[in-house]
């Protein structure tokens, strides 16, 4: 469902800024490839998602049929399952009731979150925007720069790279530093940025894994198969406390 939502929402800023992108295509030179697959694979997920939401079963029948062929076969292998067709049909049809139950039931949920996610995305923007307007002059156009960002960031996500590192800097240097005409300070601020919103999460998170012991035992199974965090002052399954939460749970009573 989030993915639907920013989906939605990258393909209407798509929409909104399209006749500033054909002209930037123009500008762009080779990065314009990258922005025409940006804009395919935005409205291509988009249709896929929407098909998922509207008729589930779609999904599920082109999963039976592919069962038997050479992809199917090679799925069953590599996910070492040779029913993953029937789970994939009852999956998606699960899929749509949970899609409906969400949209229908919640509509105002969904949009106050839509709201959110654009906020998220301009103040994401706003992080390599800030340092490559103070690298290369206040001269960059903002929605020739929104509409590269969302293009740069979908297209990016398909290049099978860890936390598509390197593959972000080099599809936005292409078409930002084509942008701005100065493709060397241009690196300069998409690094800046990256720095702070990627690697340096995983330098402190790295510091944080390694240097932090990790305690035993945190979680526990209860009674009724479900794992729970352990607390300071909760007794151990079997104990008095544990005995006294099944005879609850049987009775209907609270322990």
């Not at 393909?11 to 295509?25: A, D």
């Not at 994939?88 to 919640?106: I, S, Y």
């Not at 959110?116 to 001269?139: E, H, K, R, T």
Request: glycine fraction near 10%; aromatic fraction near 10%.
């Amino acid at each position: 469902s989030r993915l639907m939502e920013s989906n939605l929402v990258q393909l209407l800023i798509v929409f909104i800024f399209f006749r500033k992108g054909i002209n930037l295509m123009a500008m762009a030179g080779k990065g314009s490839y990258l922005l025409i697959i940006g804009m395919v694979a935005t409205l291509g997920l988009t249709v896929i998602l929407i098909l998922a939401f509207k008729n589930p079963h779609l999904l599920g029948s082109l999963a039976l049929k592919l069962d038997k062929s050479r992809f199917g076969r090679f799925i069953a292998k590599v996910s070492k399952d040779d029913a993953w067709a029937e789970k994939f049909c009852v999956w998606t049809e699960d899929l749509g009731k949970g899609f409906k139950l969400l949209w229908v039931n919640n509509t105002g949920a969904i949009l106050a979150d839509m709201g959110l996610y654009i906020v998220d995305q301009l103040i994401y923007a706003l992080a390599l925007y800030a340092p490559l307007v103070s690298f290369v002059g206040p001269n960059v156009p903002i929605p020739e720069f929104l509409l590269t960002f969302i293009l740069c960031s979908i297209v990016s996500v398909f290049i099978p790279t860890p936390g598509a590192a390197g593959s972000v800097e080099a599809s936005f240097v292409l078409v930002l530093g084509a942008l701005t005409g100065k493709p060397a300070e241009t690196m300069s601020a998409i690094l800046i940025w990256r720095l702070g919103t990627f690697y340096l999460h995983i330098l402190f998170g790295s510091v944080i894994y390694f240097t932090v012991p990790i305690k035993s035992n945190v979680y526990i199974q209860g009674s009724d198969g479900i794992f729970r965090r352990q607390h300071k002052n909760r007794m151990k399954p079997g104990t008095a406390l544990d005995a006294a939460t099944t005879q609850g749970q049987n009775s209907g009573t609270k322990p």
